[in-house]
């Protein structure tokens, strides 16, 4: 039956023409946006999950910056480990020296002042970031220490977790200012007959050639030969947390590239298939809209049954 008022060709081309357009503007979006899921109304299981990943590569950088600036925590204090290393080789050699009979201690005395003080002066400058692992009072409010540098960002379902690279900071001070503290330099050390004798303030300007005096000068360079033993010791260890912080920066690296390329998986657009699709639709398209306008002209034939 042909109608005047419904014309079904017309209104199934114009259905499938609609369709067509909106085909077509989702392929435009995915082209123009680069992305098959930009929002949850496109897929909203995918985009839950890359959402959560996204934060949690956010969280990564974090992780990364901060074992940036552990690093160089660490690069500070190891750098000032070495040049105390240097300065205290120093005074265990003016104490070798004064070993010598005659010697004038007093100015061999000046000169070890001049050492200490700048050990000290090494320590209180070794700050990075407000961070000063090498001069520390530990009878301060608040004192911890072990020093912890965000090292991980983990995710367990719902919960999250960070973990940190911990520097136990009593074992590489150099000074304490608190009461029952003690660092390597100021720590107070015993050698034989000597005791309760630190190398920040060891005095040998009134050692005499005496034999207790020589054996007090052995004694002392006992101590600072102990202390020597202790910076080398805690130089290694800042070496090895160095290591580890370099080897974690580098799996934080390779750990955000792998979430980055599982979140392009999931929302990324195939641009291939894309232009292809795009193309099979303009096709299509130009179909309809030829298919629409052929239905719509069948009305105009109507009329030529009442001429």
Known sequence: MTSLLTNAS???ALQNLNATNRAMQTTQDRISTGMRVST???NAAYWSIATTMRSDNAALSTVKDALGMGAATVDVASAALKTTSDLVTQIKSKLVAARQPGIDRAKVQAEISQLQDQIQSVADSSTFSGQNWL???SSATGYNGTKAIVGSFTRSGTSVAIGTIDVDVSKVALFDKGASGEGIIDKARTSGSTSNVKVSDLDISSL?????DQTTLTNYINIVDAAMTDITTAASDLGAVKTRIGMQSEFVSN????VTKGVGQLVDADMN???TRLQALQVQQQLGVQSLSIANQSSQQILSLFR
């Open 135 to 137: 001069a520390v009072d």
């Open 10 to 12: 017309a209104i199934t």
């Open 255 to 258: 750990l955000m590239d792998a």
């Open 208 to 212: 005499t050639d005496s034999s207790a």
């Open 273 to 275: 298939a894309e232009s």
């Open 40 to 42: 949850a109304a496109d």
